[in-house]
């Protein structure tokens, strides 16, 4: 069972749509992140918080905005996004600053963008 | 060059025969690796860490060498339920902290 919870597990939504992702864990982990994921590859990186400020952002569109209201909830903000932006959206979570910071998933948000 | 590759697969073998994967990355600097396994529509899950020693969980055995920024992945004994994508993942670090990345995985079938 994961420990890293995300909701909807399922979401379709119109290009002139808003609406969140959400992701909690109750680990203790310091630093989260967003990766999308597309069929038949592996996770890109979006973005990642460490200690509730935004760390990394890989160059990813305004149309995505991130938010992390407190150390267990991390939010993904979506707004006229385009039929391509369809892919499973991961949310993760790791330690800060140990050496292996291994990082455990949710399930995933799969996103289809109509 | 991408920060980590692996090799392209997909490997088809059948039960019980032995399997090695390989992964290379670019950042000499990075400071955590590790083997993800993901199956068709679930998230990554964390298989092990890789050691600079080299570890053993079962039937699987981690190696890291540095000096040429390889990592590999030995499957003993192949089961049925090991068939899944085994991604490599290397932490690097960048200007703003760890990231976490994935080679673009390597898809084992096993076979009765």
């Known amino acids: 069972d994961t420990e890293v919870t995300q909701t909807p597990k399922h979401l379709v939504m119109g290009m002139t749509n808003k609406k969140s992702l959400k992701c909690e864990q109750h680990?203790?982990?310091?630093?989260m992140y967003w990766y999308k994921q597309k069929a038949k590859k592996p996770p890109e990186l979006m973005f990642v918080y460490s200690y509730e400020k935004l760390s990394i952002n890989e160059s990813v569109p305004s149309r995505f905005s991130p938010e992390c209201p407190n150390s267990s909830l991390l939010n993904l903000h979506l707004h006229a996004l385009q039929p391509e932006d369809s892919a499973l959206y991961l949310c993760a979570s790791s330690q800060v600053g140990t050496k292996n910071t291994e990082a455990f998933f949710g399930q995933g948000t799969r996103l289809t963008v109509v | 060059r991408k920060e980590v590759e692996q090799d392209p697969g997909p490997f088809n073998v059948p039960e019980g025969a032995t399997v090695a994967f390989n992964c290379t990355y670019s950042n000499s600097a990075s400071q955590s690796f590790f083997w993800y396994r993901q199956d068709c529509r679930k998230e990554p899950k964390l298989l092990m860490s890789v050691y600079s020693s080299g570890n053993e969980d079962g039937r699987f055995t981690a190696q890291l060498n540095r000096a040429s920024q390889y990592i590999s992945l030995l499957i003993r004994d192949s089961k049925l339920s090991d068939s899944a994508t085994y991604l490599c993942v290397v932490n690097p670090r960048g200007a703003g902290g760890f990231k976490t990345i994935f080679g673009a995985g390597t898809r084992l079938f096993v076979k009765a």
């Open positions: 680990m203790g982990h310091r630093a």
